[in-house]
């Protein structure tokens, strides 16, 4: 069951996370009954998603920022009349006029969002060969 919670954390990134609230599940359902070695296979596990989440938790909101605040720099462009100037000589990326929040918040939401991604392809990478490396004798332990 351990080998699938990898399995599960691996594939979460590309599902939206929802893959690895299975997986966190199992590892706090098989916790208790498992070999030391597996437990701490299942503590990686559940240490993997708790830091995913509360990653999530500061991305999502930044991302929010970020589109509500773009969208509403972009309107204030569009009533300027911005868009006839897109073409002309001289126009440059900052003359749109996206504040400052909104990048801010944008470049931590990718930030946030690609931590989580390598976090959990990665983790789950390298909890795969350790648990599937070990012998029967040391699972056993």
Not at 5 to 16: G, K, M, Q, V
Not at 43 to 65: S, T, Y
Not at 129 to 139: T, V
């Amino acid at each position: 069951m351990a080998l699938i919670a990898y399995a599960l954390l691996f594939i979460a990134p590309f599902f939206a996370g929802i893959p690895s609230l299975v997986a966190v599940v199992i590892a706090y359902s098989r916790k208790a009954e498992v070999t030391r070695c597996i437990r701490r296979h299942h503590d990686f596990q559940i240490r993997m998603f708790w830091v995913a989440f509360a990653l999530a938790i500061i991305a999502g909101p930044c991302a929010l920022i970020a589109l509500v605040t773009g969208a509403g720099d972009l309107i204030d462009f569009t009533r300027a009349g911005g868009w006839a100037r897109l073409g002309a000589a001289g126009f440059q990326f900052r003359d749109l006029g996206i504040s400052d929040a909104a990048v801010l918040c944008t470049v931590i939401a990718i930030g946030c969002l690609t931590f989580i991604s390598v976090e959990l392809i990665v983790g789950s990478v390298f909890g795969f060969i350790r648990l599937a490396s070990k012998s029967p004798e040391q699972l056993a332990r």
